[in-house]
């Protein structure tokens, strides 16, 4: 028996949602071509019968489906590095000549109409700041522009949040139309990575599990989690070479990227998995019991999704992001959990088709560090830079293989979340050494193997 559609799971994007997505709440944000999104790629057959991904205008009637269900081998996207969607001078400048000052003024007679509460004004402003700082490091001649425009179209996203709160279900699909926030996303994070210090480890793989997910295989990325950006570093480095991974992942995610203001915008652009970290689960010992039951629900969707095959999670079993060491200073991957990580392979042995589990390894924490302590409020400052990232995989790890000599079911989960872990760090120390070192594609070993994809 096939699953459902995955829209039909949990409801798709919210039609609702999306609507009032549509309605810019500023006038002088109104038109599609201020929001500068990039086109949402669609998969079209030319004459000799391949597939090849396409950039769709932004806001353009018509079109068709959203492309397979599985990626198509080969498929390339049709601007390179997102050159065609952040080109400036925005066209909005030119005919409203806004400028830095009047975006700050336009924050604060939002505020003082009541429009915007006071914590997300004052933090919009201090991204802004913040934000145009980072931009202006990249040496791009339109990135005063790009800076701009990108600050425009989240300000006003977090202004009609406010007045139209979003909430997220259980499993959300990105929303990409008719405003399409996983481009928004893409765009905004683009300019804040050096793509020149940059690097991918053993890109073949997500070749190979591309491969799988063609076969209705599942596949789950057990990764560290550094900052609210990481899907987009994810997306940003693997763009080029396998689009369809980009597009389709989905993240298991944690409460705040979708209830912080300046950070839902962003979230709404990812397909999420929305569940209460353990790390939160105690912060208010009254919402305790609603945060088990809402846990619940986000699992049988997971379970739902893993039954209907080709699905691609990324989740973090240390149940958050990665902090330096007080002592030291020194940035490390956060052990995992062996429950977190317990739970997800049952979940994909569970789901009756064949899974693979692959340890993923992220370094991005200098584009924007989390707060150097666990916060229990929301709506936390964000320091933000220009820097070389990097993202590595290595090869699938088989709970079978790594167990097999163990003497009971405990020892063999622990064991199991050990490696993973090992494997982790020993990819986040290749990347920090080749971006942090200047040793670059020299600081390999025998199982990883560095490049730049873009290129």
Same mark, same amino acid.
């Given at each position: 028996?096939?699953?459902?559609?995955?829209?039909?799971?949990?409801?798709?994007?919210?039609?609702?949602?999306?609507?009032?997505?549509?309605?810019?709440?500023?006038?002088?944000?109104?038109?599609?071509?201020?929001?500068?999104?990039?086109?949402?790629?669609?998969?079209?057959?030319?004459?000799?019968?391949?597939?090849?991904?396409?950039?769709?205008?932004?806001?353009?009637?018509? %079109?068709?489906?959203?492309?397979?269900?599985?990626?198509?081998?080969?498929?390339?996207?049709?601007?390179?590095?997102?050159?065609?969607?952040?080109?400036?001078?925005?066209?909005?400048?030119?005919?409203?000549?806004?400028?830095?000052?009047?975006?700050?003024?336009?924050?604060?007679?939002?505020?003082?109409?009541?429009?915007?509460?006071?914590?997300?004004?004052?933090?919009?402003?201090?991204?802004?700041?913040?934000?145009?700082?980072?931009?202006?490091?990249? /040496? $791009?001649?339109?990135?005063?522009?790009?800076?701009?425009?990108? !600050? !425009?179209?989240?300000?006003?996203?977090?202004?009609?949040?406010?007045?139209?709160?979003?909430?997220?279900?259980?499993?959300?699909?990105?929303?990409?139309?008719?405003?399409?926030?996983?481009?928004? %996303?893409?765009?905004?994070?683009?300019?804040?990575?050096?793509?020149?210090?940059?690097?991918?480890?053993?890109?073949? +793989?997500?070749?190979?599990?591309?491969?799988?997910?063609?076969?209705?295989?599942?596949?789950?990325?057990?990764?560290?989690?550094?900052?609210?950006?990481?899907?987009?570093?994810?997306?940003?480095?693997?763009?080029?070479?396998?689009?369809?991974?980009?597009?389709?992942?989905?993240?298991?995610?944690?409460?705040?990227?979708?209830? $912080?203001?300046?950070?839902?915008?962003?979230?709404?652009?990812?397909?999420?998995?929305?569940?209460?970290?353990?790390?939160?689960?105690?912060?208010?010992?009254? +919402?305790?019991?609603?945060?088990?039951?809402?846990?619940?629900?986000?699992?049988?969707?997971?379970?739902?999704?893993?039954?209907?095959?080709?699905?691609?999670?990324?989740?973090?079993?240390? %149940?958050?992001?990665?902090?330096?060491?007080?002592?030291? /200073?020194?940035?490390?991957?956060?052990?995992?959990?062996?429950?977190?990580?317990?739970?997800?392979?049952? +979940?994909?042995?569970?789901? /009756?088709?064949? %899974?693979?589990?692959?340890?993923?390894?992220? +370094?991005?924490?200098?584009?924007?560090?989390?707060?150097?302590?666990?916060?229990?409020?929301?709506?936390?400052?964000?320091?933000?830079?220009?820097?070389?990232? /990097?993202?590595?995989?290595?090869?699938?790890?088989?709970?079978?293989?790594?167990?097999?000599?163990?003497?009971?079911?405990?020892?063999?989960?622990?064991?199991?979340?050990?490696?993973?872990?090992?494997?982790?760090?020993?990819?986040?120390?290749?990347?920090?050494?080749?971006?942090?070192?200047?040793?670059?594609?020299?600081?390999?070993?025998?199982?990883?193997?560095?490049?730049?994809?873009?290129?």
């Amino acid at each position: 028996m096939h699953a459902p559609p995955l829209v039909a799971l949990a409801g798709g994007a919210c039609p609702g949602a999306a609507a009032a997505a549509a309605a810019s709440p500023l006038p002088w944000l109104a038109s599609p071509r201020a929001a500068i999104l990039a086109a949402p790629a669609r998969l079209l057959r030319s004459r000799r019968g391949a597939l090849r991904l396409e950039a769709k205008a932004a806001w353009r009637a018509g %079109g068709g489906g959203r492309g397979p269900r599985v990626p198509a081998k080969g498929a390339v996207l049709a601007s390179y590095m997102g050159a065609e969607e952040v080109v400036g001078p925005s066209p909005l400048l030119d005919e409203e000549g806004l400028d830095d000052e009047e975006l700050i003024l336009h924050i604060r007679k939002e505020l003082e109409e009541g429009n915007l509460p006071a914590d997300v004004a004052s933090n919009l402003e201090e991204l802004y700041y913040n934000y145009k700082n980072a931009v202006l490091q990249t /040496g $791009d001649p339109n990135a005063y522009e790009i800076m701009l425009s990108n !600050m !425009m179209a989240l300000f006003d996203r977090v202004l009609l949040d406010v007045q139209n709160p979003f909430t997220f279900p259980p499993y959300h699909k990105a929303i990409r139309e008719p405003f399409d926030y996983y481009m928004f %996303g893409q765009n905004y994070i683009r300019p804040l990575v050096d793509f020149r210090n940059s690097y991918v480890g053993n890109i073949s +793989l997500f070749h190979d599990m591309e491969e799988k997910l063609r076969q209705g295989h599942n596949v789950v990325l057990m990764s560290n989690h550094q900052t609210e950006a990481d899907p987009a570093i994810i997306a940003l480095l693997l763009e080029k070479s396998n689009p369809w991974i980009c597009e389709n992942i989905v993240y298991v995610a944690g409460d705040r990227v979708v209830t $912080d203001l300046l950070c839902k915008p962003f979230s709404m652009g990812r397909n999420l998995i929305c569940v209460y970290s353990k790390k939160h689960m105690n912060d208010y010992p009254e +919402l305790i019991e609603m945060k088990r039951k809402s846990n619940t629900r986000s699992l049988k969707e997971m379970a739902l999704l893993l039954r209907g095959g080709s699905q691609l999670i990324w989740i973090a079993p240390s %149940g958050g992001r990665d902090r330096p060491d007080p002592s030291t /200073g020194e940035w490390y991957p956060a052990p995992f959990d062996s429950s977190s990580v317990d739970n997800m392979r049952r +979940l994909l042995e569970h789901a /009756g088709v064949p %899974g693979h589990i692959y340890p993923l390894s992220l +370094l991005c924490y200098e584009v924007m560090p989390p707060p150097q302590q666990v916060e229990k409020e929301i709506g936390e400052q964000r320091v933000i830079s220009f820097h070389g990232v /990097g993202l590595s995989v290595t090869e699938e790890i088989k709970y079978g293989d790594i167990t097999a000599h163990t003497k009971n079911a405990d020892e063999g989960r622990e064991l199991f979340t050990d490696t993973l872990y090992s494997s982790v760090v020993n990819q986040y120390n290749v990347l920090k050494s080749a971006i942090f070192r200047d040793r670059g594609a020299a600081a390999l070993n025998t199982a990883i193997s560095l490049s730049q994809p873009w290129r």
